[in-house]
Every structure is written in structure tokens, then in C-alpha cells.
């Protein structure tokens, strides 16, 4: 099955930076792929999604970009803000419509 | 903004015991689901739902587990016998077309067999 690697699993940035996280795939049939932001005590909240017929994705300060070939994609975040800080996962939609999530990156924005 | 929401947001139970969460999915929604993430792992699929049936099932989906619409708002999951190793935190979700397409999740209810 399909198998989602993510990086860093840590990571702290100061406010105004960008933040770069990464995340490989292993199914190369895998067509969708969402990222999410899950908050103290919330769920996950989709913030982002590209499919596969697509290179790169913008909505304000966040961007999504994936290399089918190579299998990876990655969310850039701008400017960043204290509010941006949460656990950012990513995911890929995989055999049988079933997503595969990452691990999970921890990211501290640094006022 | 509609959301999902889920009940309780913490179950304690014995092991061997059953237990139901409960979920209300978005009201215009087809399609419901059904994650668990285990402290400190990923989040990984349960079970996906639609007109009323299994749409897909992953290997942890085994015959202790099972999922209801028991009305026209509740989508419901059923452990029949926990186990220590159930303890997890338990997200819904659902979306309005299948699974490629956007799914909203809620805010989980955690549960903790003792």
C-alpha cells in the first residue's frame, strides 16, 4: 500500500519567515493530495490540496507544490505568523480511496 | 461555517466493554469516515461510508468494529470488545463527494481503555 513520508517532524521558525515542509509517497497512482492543520485539542482542518494534474497550488501565504516524478510535495508557508503555529500533516489519497497520512510536523512560530 | 462534530470528546472504558462514538457529519454530506491516530503515530483510515454501506474497509477494520447511520444525522462507530490497544484518539469526517475531494474532520473523541 501506499506509504507517506514526512519531514521535519520538529520545527521552529521566527515570525516573518517561511516554513518548508516535506513529504514523500511511494504509490505512484496516488492522485490527490491534501494537507492539513490540527490545532490544541481540535481536529485536523484541510488548508490545502493539489491533484496530481497540477504542479503547484497558492492561496495567500500558503503554497503546495508536487513532483510526480520524484514523488514528493511540499507546503511553503509565508510570513509566518504566531497563529500558524499547529501540527501540519499531509496526506495522499491511495489504493482503495483510503488517505495515508504522514507523521506530522510540530511548528513553532517564534514571536 | 457548518462542521462535524463528534461525542464525547473523552470515553473511558473497561477493556472488553463496548462502546459507540458518535458523530454528526456536515449536513449536505455523502460520505463519512472514520480515522484513528494512537498517541505519537499517524492518522490512519478506518472505514469510509455511503448510501448507507462500507464503501472501503482498512485491515484494522476487523469484525469488532462497525459503523451505523442509525438516522438521518448520526454516523456512529461500535467497538464491540476494546481492547487495551484501542486507546486512541478517534477522528469523523466527512465529505461531500468521495474520498478525492475535500474532507472536513471533527474534533475527535479520545478514548482510553483501562
Known amino acids: 500500500g501506499e506509504n507517506v513520508e514526512q519531514h521535519p517532524s520538529t520545527l521552529s521558525v521566527q515570525e516573518g519567515d517561511s516554513a518548508v515542509i516535506k513529504c514523500t509517497y511511494s504509490d505512484s497512482a496516488s492522485n490527490y493530495f491534501p494537507w492539513y492543520k490540527q490545532e490544541l485539542g481540535k481536529g485536523p482542518q484541510l488548508i490545502i490540496d493539489i491533484r496530481s494534474n497540477v504542479g503547484e497550488k497558492k492561496d495567500q501565504r500558503i503554497a503546495v507544490t508536487l513532483n510526480k516524478t520524484a514523488k514528493h510535495f511540499s507546503l511553503h508557508i509565508t510570513e509566518t505568523q504566531p497563529e500558524d503555529s499547529a501540527v501540519y500533516f499531509c496526506?495522499?489519497?491511495?489504493?482503495?480511496?483510503?488517505?495515508?497520512f504522514g507523521t506530522g510536523t510540530s511548528l513553532t512560530v517564534i514571536p | 461555517e457548518p462542521e462535524v462534530t463528534q461525542t464525547p470528546s473523552h470515553q473511558v472504558t473497561q477493556m472488553g466493554q463496548e462502546v459507540i462514538l458518535r458523530c454528526v457529519p456536515i449536513s449536505n454530506h455523502l460520505y463519512f469516515y472514520w480515522y484513528r491516530q494512537i498517541l505519537g503515530q499517524k492518522v490512519e483510515f478506518l472505514v469510509s461510508?455511503?448510501?448507507?454501506?462500507?464503501?472501503?474497509k482498512s485491515e484494522i477494520f476487523d469484525d469488532q468494529f462497525s459503523v451505523e447511520r442509525p438516522d438521518g444525522s448520526n454516523f456512529t462507530l461500535k467497538i464491540r470488545s476494546t481492547k487495551l490497544e484501542d486507546s486512541a484518539m478517534y477522528f469523523c469526517?466527512?465529505?461531500?463527494?468521495?474520498?478525492?475531494?475535500?474532507?472536513?474532520f471533527g474534533p475527535g473523541t479520545r478514548l482510553t481503555v483501562t
Open positions: 461510508f455511503y448510501n448507507n454501506e462500507i464503501s472501503e
Open positions: 469526517a466527512s465529505s461531500e463527494v468521495r474520498a478525492s475531494y475535500e474532507q472536513y
Open positions: 496526506a495522499a489519497l491511495g489504493a482503495g480511496n483510503q488517505f495515508y
